[in-house]
Every structure is written in structure tokens, then in C-alpha cells.
């Protein structure tokens, strides 16, 4: 027993030792990490940045708030995007400034990175932001700011997200099917049908084929399955789980009644 008692505490000892060692190495790792926040060159501030942004025992914000203000712009959406990993619940609200003043930075990186960052957020001026955000002369940043107002899930945004399906670049129109499925509006149900007809992007189709399959309704049963008869392999298989959805939920409901 005093042998075994023995073995036990020399491993706890070890054990010790090894975490006060990665602690040790974490501390010297992080200490190197806040030196290249001075590096003349941009491309190892951006990368300290990310790496500081894992990071969840250090006063972050006064550091990273800082690196918003970087001359370069791949260094400030690298602080944007550090600041979101290092934010949660509790303090998401004390972004907000920083955050709607990064997304009418001058260069569409940090416009972009400022507005993945608000779909996180829940607030009312975050869903405003984003809105005025998905009428962006760039379309990665449209398609941002489509792709966080879906996340954020309020039905306000719900006439933005319509107003962008008929954007002139794809990837917006896919990413506002989608948003508008997360919704699950069902008054979006024939402006994705009518869009639908128009459309001549495959991705566009398969992104609205899911989105009917989120909103539930019967209605778009006969499409879903026009959909499913489909030459294109992805399409016609996302048209057959949005149908199961669709089925599904129509099944369950019939059964509450």
C-alpha cells in the first residue's frame, strides 16, 4: 500500500511538472506572439494576431482595438476577426463600435471581416448595419453581410434578403437563398419560386432547392420534385432531402392536429 501511495504521488509530481512546463511554453508563445504585433512586416502582424485571437487569459481587447487602426488592411480585418474569436457572449455588445466602424473601413477585406464578425452579435444595430452592408459596391462583402444576416435570424432583415436574391452576382444570390431558408419565411416562398424560373446559375438553383426545403411548404412539393429529376447530380440530390423535409414536416404537423 505505502509502495502504491508512493507511485501515486510521484505521478502526480510528474504530472505537475509537465503542466507547469506547457504552461511555461504557453507564456513564452504568447510573449512572442505580442512582440510581432510590432513587426515592421504586416504579414507577421496579421499572423500574430490570429494566433492571439485563440488565446483567453490576456486582456485582448485594448491590444486588438488597436490593430484596427493598422495601416495595412490585412492586418486590421486580422484584428477584426481575432477580436471576434476572443469576444463572447457576455461582451459581444462592447464590439458593436468598433465592428460598425470597421465595416465602412475603406478596403472591402475589413469591410468583409467586419461583417462575418456581426452575424455574431445580437443587436438591433448590428441588423441594421448589416442590412445597409448587403448594398456594398463589393460583392464578397454583399455576400457577407447576406450570409451574417442569415445567422442573425431576425425577420427584419427578410426584405434586404429578397432585395439581394436578385443580386447580379451569384454567390449573393446563393448565399440570400440560404439566408432566406434559415429564416424560414414562408412569405419568401414565391419570390424563391419566381427566382427559380429566372435562374441560370446551378449553385444559385441548389441553394434555393434548400431553402424551399427549410420554409415546409407544400406548395413547392411539385418543384422540389421537378428539381429532383435534375441532370446535375448535387441538384437533384439536394432536391430530394429538401422533398423528405418537406414531406416530414407536413407529416408532423398532421399528426399535432
Not at 510528474?14 to 507547469?20: D, H, L, P, V, Y
Not at 426545403?213 to 407544400?218: A, F, K, L, T
Amino acid at each position: 500500500m505505502r509502495v502504491l501511495a508512493i507511485i501515486v504521488l510521484a505521478l502526480i509530481g510528474s504530472a505537475g511538472a509537465e503542466a507547469r512546463e506547457a504552461q511555461e511554453g504557453r507564456a513564452d508563445l504568447k510573449h512572442e506572439i505580442l512582440k510581432r504585433l510590432h513587426d515592421p512586416n504586416a504579414a507577421r502582424r496579421r499572423d500574430a494576431l490570429l494566433m492571439l485571437g485563440t488565446f483567453t487569459d490576456v486582456p485582448l481587447s485594448p491590444i486588438l482595438h488597436s490593430a484596427t487602426d493598422d495601416p495595412d488592411p490585412g492586418v486590421r480585418a486580422a484584428a477584426i476577426m481575432a477580436l471576434g474569436h476572443a469576444s463572447h457572449a457576455s461582451n459581444a455588445q462592447e464590439l458593436i463600435p468598433t465592428l460598425l466602424r470597421a465595416l465602412k473601413d475603406s478596403h472591402p477585406l475589413v469591410r468583409r471581416a467586419a461583417a462575418g464578425v456581426l452575424g455574431r452579435v445580437r443587436d438591433p444595430r448590428a441588423v441594421r448595419a448589416l442590412q445597409e452592408a448587403a448594398r456594398d459596391r463589393d460583392a464578397a462583402v454583399r455576400a457577407a453581410a447576406v450570409e451574417a444576416l442569415g445567422e442573425q435570424g431576425d425577420q427584419a432583415a427578410l426584405t434586404t434578403l429578397l432585395e439581394r436574391l436578385r443580386d447580379k452576382d451569384p454567390f449573393v444570390r446563393r448565399q440570400a437563398a440560404r439566408a432566406i431558408g434559415r429564416l424560414r419565411a414562408p412569405t419568401a416562398l414565391a419570390a424563391l419560386l419566381e427566382r427559380l424560373v429566372r435562374e441560370e446559375d446551378v449553385d444559385v438553383k441548389r441553394a434555393i432547392a434548400w431553402a424551399l426545403g427549410e420554409i415546409g411548404n407544400p406548395h413547392a412539393a411539385e418543384t422540389l420534385r421537378t428539381l429532383s429529376r435534375s441532370t446535375d447530380p448535387y441538384l437533384s440530390a439536394t432536391a430530394r432531402e429538401a422533398l423528405k423535409r418537406l414531406i416530414s414536416d407536413a407529416t408532423a404537423r398532421s399528426r399535432r392536429r
